[in-house]
């Protein structure tokens, strides 16, 4: 079963403007990841924040975790046309643990 | 550093063939990952290896799949006889232990059965 659900499942926006993708999960977890997957390609590592920490930045990203509430949020800042891609949640369980399962993904479009 | 190298990209296919997908994980990298990603189901797990040895196959979803790592540069995914709903892109990744748990993705080979 599917342990990130991502929301929305598409969202689409002007280029400049401020982008926030939501996942929520259903099981305490260890650490959680974001990847981000451009059409025809693989995934690419983005972010990951642990279950003891609250807010990361990378850039022009931010993610921020609320384990009380088993969700994450993930706002790319000042987006761009290349950061049209599906996003996507994944979740481990267990320290040491290495198996991650990933939610369904938001599609992002950015209009020029 | 090359990434995760598999092949072949496109694999076409009639029902009953024996389709055979191959990976090459980054070196150093004890993890290896097989995924298979549809529209229908997102992406799934199949199996992980630690080491060579496979550590989870629950998500194989049937006996026609099998996957081996003969070494830790190499890895296959084999199904047989393949059907139509196989069709999907299967990704391998793979990830070294102690590190971040960051999984690094292979381009994807994706297979259509017909």
């Known amino acids: 079963s599917q342990q990130g659900e991502e929301d929305p499942q598409a969202l689409s926006i002007q280029e400049g403007e401020n982008a926030t993708m939501n996942c929520s999960y259903k099981?305490?977890?260890?650490?959680l990841q974001w990847y981000r997957q451009n059409s025809g390609r693989g995934l690419v590592h983005l972010i990951l924040?642990?279950?003891?920490?609250r807010e990361k930045h990378s850039g022009r990203l931010r993610v921020t975790l609320d384990t009380s509430k088993k969700s994450s949020s993930l706002l790319i800042t000042a987006s761009r046309a290349a950061d049209t891609a599906s996003y996507f949640c994944?979740?481990?369980?267990?320290?040491?643990?290495?198996?991650?399962?990933f939610g369904q993904g938001t599609r992002l479009t950015i209009n020029p | 550093d090359a990434g995760v190298i598999q092949s072949p990209r496109h694999e076409v296919t009639e029902m009953g063939q024996e389709v055979t997908l191959r990976c090459k994980p980054i070196s150093g990298h004890d993890y290896l990952f097989w995924y298979r990603q549809t529209m229908m189901r997102g992406l799934e797990l199949l199996i992980y290896f630690n080491n060579n040895v496979p550590i989870d196959d629950s998500g194989m979803p049937e006996d026609r799949f099998s996957a081996k790592m003969p070494n830790a540069s190499f890895s296959t995914l084999k199904i047989q006889p393949s059907e139509p709903r196989d069709s999907a892109v299967y990704f391998c990744?793979?990830?070294?232990?102690?590190?971040?748990?960051?999984?690094?993705f292979g381009p994807g080979t994706r297979l259509t059965v017909t």
């Open positions: 990744a793979s990830s070294a232990s102690g590190s971040s748990y960051e999984q690094y």
């Open positions: 994944a979740t481990d369980r267990f320290q040491g643990a290495q198996k991650l399962v």
């Open positions: 099981t305490s977890i260890n650490n």
């Open positions: 924040i642990r279950s003891n920490e």
